[in-house]
């Protein structure tokens, strides 16, 4: 989701905060001044564009601009963790290979959208991918 004039305001000081990285991957972010109005279909949006996502998803009661429930995060990131919490977005990029492949098969086991379910978790395999590049590049891991 392209972020809204009302909470992009908050991302100058959000990438601050965050030394310039994003909240989940690591990977440098910046804000890129040339987004469109409208028409975002037809727009390649930049894997390193900062973002602004919230912690706790509006759709699940999050507090829409409240700056205590925004973090910047890359678009990549913040499209794929879609409307789930932070807190869930992070632990799963948290678990080890065998837990990640573990729950992987559990879930497309019990769904009926198979296919959507592959593509989001390759997508999470490589923000866990990038994020642990970053970690380690960062003396973190």
């Known amino acids: 989701m392209v972020d809204s004039n009302k909470w992009t ?20 972010i910046k804000i ?11 727009y390649t949006f930049p894997d390193n564009m900062a973002t602004t996502d919230h912690i706790i998803p509006i759709s699940t009661g999050g507090e829409k601009y409240n700056i205590l429930n925004l973090i910047a995060a ?19 990029l948290k678990l080890n290979d065998t837990e990640f492949n573990k729950l992987i098969q559990k879930k497309l086991k019990c769904t009926t959208s198979g296919t959507k379910k592959i593509a989001y978790f390759i997508k999470l395999k490589s923000i866990r991918k990038r994020r642990m ?6 003396g973190t891991t």
């Open 9 to 28: 305001k908050y991302l100058p000081e959000l990438l601050e905060q965050q030394n310039h990285c994003c909240f989940y991957c690591g990977q440098v």
């Open 74 to 92: 890359c678009h990549h990131c913040n499209s794929i963790k879609s409307n789930t919490s932070a807190t869930t977005f992070i632990n799963l």
């Open 133 to 138: 590049k970053n970690m380690h590049q960062n």
């Open 32 to 42: 890129v001044q040339d987004q469109p109005k409208n028409n975002y279909k037809e």
